[in-house]
């Protein structure tokens, strides 16, 4: 709700982000009950995103990092192609 009042004094775009970080198991009756219980609450927002839609530029900025060994990470397998 802070964000949203944000917005509106500065004019700007709420976002609603949701971290689907396992899209395959996530279930959309999460998110439609997420965006129904922001819209009861008053909000209005202008965009619906999700991590999983930004993977192919995480993953680019990821293989420039890693053999730079400027990134760490727990699994390097994702990165495989």
């Known amino acids: 709700m802070i964000h949203n009042s944000y917005c509106v004094s500065f004019q700007g775009r709420l976002l609603v982000r949701f ?10 009756e999460y998110v439609e009950n997420i965006i129904k219980d922001v819209r009861d609450l008053g909000l209005t927002f202008d ?18 990092l890693a053999p730079e060994y400027l990134l760490v990470t727990a699994n390097l397998m994702w990165l495989s192609s």
């Open 19 to 28: 971290d689907d970080t396992n899209p395959s198991k996530e279930k959309d």
């Open 47 to 64: 965009k619906v995103t999700y991590t999983s839609d930004y993977f192919p530029q995480v993953r680019a900025v990821c293989l420039l």
